[in-house]
């Protein structure tokens, strides 16, 4: 196994295990079923979602795996009605967030913005 | 003295949703409006296609449509902000700009169908008027555009549930 093969499976094993910060979401794709993927999920400070806007909204920083079963392969990621159903605060019930951007990725991890 | 009275404004900014929300569903527009939304303070939506969310910008006196009287009747010009929000499927290879252009065209139809009365808002106004779009930029992860609507009206300068005409 190379350094470049056991980084990209730490992705999975290591950085999105649910046993220490990740936690399960539910992933729905604009076309698709639905699936529980791991997901360590960034809560930010409320923002405006761009210049135009006068309403704010919570920002997540979402990282998943670039893999189709626990997370989500960057060639299937769709920024126009991908969302993630999980809780705006912890402890709340889950509410659905659209996936608005894709702010970084490489063949192990996928970073994504929702709103 | 108010309790379950709606002010002026706040009627308006009703008629104005209820048009809005003629869009939702609707086969004779263009745009098929999925959802439209007056936000709450805080973490009330989440940005989604074809969405339209309705807020406030600014209420300003009118000086010059002011009446003497007893009581005065005051102007004022309250601007709405229509937000359409639009994100597509990434695959889709339609221009963003005839998107925005559909949803833009539509809001402002949909919003004077009634030709001869629309600028009162069911009676509450006394005049309306578009203002200039302002498009998003993508880089908030969604695109669309601003389409602003100034709406003047009158009421009672010591009682803001009062309409004048």
């Known amino acids: 196994m190379t350094l470049h093969d056991t ?3 730490d992705a999975e094993t290591v950085f999105c295990n649910v046993s220490d910060f990740a936690e399960v979401v539910i992933y729905y794709p604009r076309e698709g079923d639905a699936r529980d993927i791991d997901a360590v999920v960034v809560r930010q400070a409320l923002s405006l979602p761009n210049e135009y806007s006068d309403s ?7 990282h998943v795996s670039n893999n189709s079963e626990r997370g989500i392969t960057s060639e299937e990621l769709n920024l ?7 809780a705006v605060r912890v402890g709340e019930e889950s ?11 490489d ?6 913005e929702c709103r | 003295m108010s309790v379950g009275e709606l002010p002026v404004v706040e009627k308006i900014a009703r008629e104005l949703l209820r048009r809005l929300r003629l869009l939702l569903g609707n086969g004779t527009y263009n745009t098929k409006v999925k959802e439209v939304v007056r936000p709450a303070r805080l973490e009330s939506y989440t940005p989604m296609d074809r969405q339209i969310v309705l807020s406030t910008d600014s209420i300003e006196a ?5 009446y003497p009287g007893n009581p005065p009747a005051v102007a004022k010009r309250i601007t709405f902000n229509i937000h359409c929000n639009l994100l597509n499927d990434e ?15 539509d809001v402002e ?28 930029n993508a880089a908030g992860g969604f695109d669309g555009v601003t389409v602003p609507i100034a709406i003047t009206y009158r009421t009672d300068e010591n009682n803001p549930y009062n309409v004048r005409a």
């Open chain 1, 95 to 105: 509410s659905m967030r659209s996936i608005t951007q894709l702010l970084d990725h």
């Open chain 1, 80 to 86: 126009g009605g991908d969302s993630l159903f999980f």
């Open chain 2, 109 to 136: 139809q949909v919003i004077t169908a009634d030709d001869s009365t629309w600028h009162t808002f069911d009676e509450n106004a006394i005049d309306a008027e578009f203002l200039s779009h302002v498009p998003h």
């Open chain 2, 62 to 66: 009118v000086p010059e449509l002011m």
């Open chain 1, 7 to 9: 980084i990209k499976a």
């Open chain 2, 91 to 105: 695959k889709c290879c339609e221009p963003i700009n005839y998107l925005v252009h559909m949803f833009a065209a």
């Open chain 1, 56 to 62: 704010i909204t919570p920002v997540f920083e979402v």
């Open chain 1, 107 to 112: 063949e192990g991890m996928l970073v994504l």
